[in-house]
């Protein structure tokens, strides 16, 4: 059974930095894109950065370009996201994200609060 499990969320002033990590199990982590996705209160869901599957080619949303870095470690089924000088605009739950087959999985999500 495909799990994720997000960590590494919290409360932080802007300008600060924050780094978020997903460990993937139950399914080989290697062979699949993963992605971390946010939701702010009242707006969709969108995706925020993604990473192929040996750590090649990459996506941000232009809203994160040059602040946020998508990186994973296929040895320890690990996907990280460092977000630097974060902003209010940041402010949502960020959630962890996987295609295996036809399914869809994400995590419980984390936190992030941007705020003075």
């Known amino acids: 059974q495909v799990q994720l499990v997000e960590s590494g969320g919290g409360l932080v002033q802007p300008g600060g930095s924050l780094r978020l990590s997903c460990t993937a199990s139950?399914?080989?982590?290697?062979?699949?894109?993963m992605a971390w996705y946010r939701q702010a209160p009242g707006k969709e869901r969108e995706l925020v950065a993604r990473i192929s599957t040996i750590s090649g080619p990459t996506y941000y949303a232009n809203s994160v370009k040059g602040r946020f870095t998508i990186s994973r470690d296929n040895a320890k089924n690990t996907v990280s996201l460092q977000m630097n000088s974060l902003q209010p605009a940041d402010t949502a739950v960020y959630y962890c994200?996987?295609?295996?087959?036809?399914?869809?999985?994400w995590g419980q999500g984390t936190q992030v609060t941007v705020s003075s």
């Open positions: 994200n996987t295609r295996v087959g036809s399914s869809e999985a």
């Open positions: 139950g399914f080989t982590f290697s062979w699949y894109i």
